[in-house]
Nanobody, 127 residues
Framework: VQLQASGGGLVQAGGSLRLSCAAS????????MGWFRQAPGKEREFVSA???????????YYADSLKGRFTISRDKAKNTVYLQMTSLKPEDTAVYYC??????????????????WGQGTQVTVSS
């Protein structure tokens, strides 16, 4: 499977952005897609994830610190996952990566739970 992320950009604090991650190829090889982010000098950290199956919306997972501001969703017809980010803060500035894989519950928030990564998309929040 290949992942293509898009939607990053420059936004003022308090603004919103929507990231997209389009999957192509062997979609059956993954059962979840996630978003991670990496700020300069920091480790890549979990943002959110969604199961590809599981009803109309799929099971969702969030970093506790981001719950309420970020919303993940999927469009199975388009093989695309979205990350709606609201009330953005300067500390949200990072390169955002989408990832795909077959993580189990204990690894769905871990970098190691994913086998495929898209290119990053830069999100910059100005104060």
């Amino acid at each position: 499977v290949q992942l293509q992320a898009s939607g990053g950009g420059l936004v003022q604090a308090g603004g919103s952005l929507r990231l997209s991650c389009a999957a192509s190829g062997s979609i059956f090889s993954i059962n979840a897609m996630g978003w991670f982010r990496q700020a300069p000098g920091k480790e890549r950290e979990f943002v959110s994830a969604i199961r590809w199956s599981g009803g109309s919306t799929g099971n969702t997972y969030y970093a506790d610190s981001l719950k309420g501001r970020f919303t993940i969703s999927r469009d199975k017809a388009k093989n695309t996952v979205y990350l709606q980010m609201t009330s953005l803060k300067p500390e949200d500035t990072a390169v955002y990566y989408c990832a795909g894989g077959r993580p189990i519950l204990s690894t769905i928030r871990s970098v190691g739970g994913y086998t495929t990564w898209g290119q990053g998309t830069q999100v910059t929040v100005s104060s």
